[in-house]
């Protein structure tokens, strides 16, 4: 099994920043793939950005440009940095792993809000 524990949500005005983290423990060593999800109360659950082991990187086109997904593999954990931030950025962003056997495993997720 593997946790992972997400942080860094808030709320931010229009053009701002954050940063969010994902840390993951137990069996971390089968984890391959990282990444991040989001859904707001209009949409579904889309996907925004995941990294591979060998930090090999993919991203929505709505946040190419803006986000920027990466991991420190011996810290367990992925961040998603979010810039030039917009009110459509508003969501409960959920991390996700994958690993070796295609398991998936979610975060609790964590809030961020995007307004002025």
């Known amino acids: 099994q593997v946790q992972l524990v997400e942080s860094g949500g808030g709320l931010v005005q229009p053009g701002g920043s954050l940063r969010l983290s994902c840390a993951a423990s137990?069996?971390?060593?089968?984890?391959?793939?990282m990444g991040w999800y989001r859904q707001s109360p209009e949409k579904q659950r889309e996907l925004v950005a995941t990294?591979?082991?060998?930090?090999?990187?993919f991203y929505a086109d709505s946040v190419k440009g803006r986000f920027t997904i990466s991991r420190d593999n011996a810290k367990n954990t992925a961040y998603l940095q979010m810039s030039s931030l917009k009110p459509d950025d508003t969501a409960v962003y959920y991390c996700?792993?994958?690993?070796?056997?295609?398991?998936?495993?979610w975060g609790q997720g964590t809030q961020v809000t995007v307004s002025s």
């Open positions: 996700h792993a994958r690993n070796d056997y295609n398991f998936n495993f």
């Open positions: 137990g069996s971390i060593f089968t984890i391959n793939t």
């Open positions: 990294v591979s082991t060998r930090a090999y990187t």
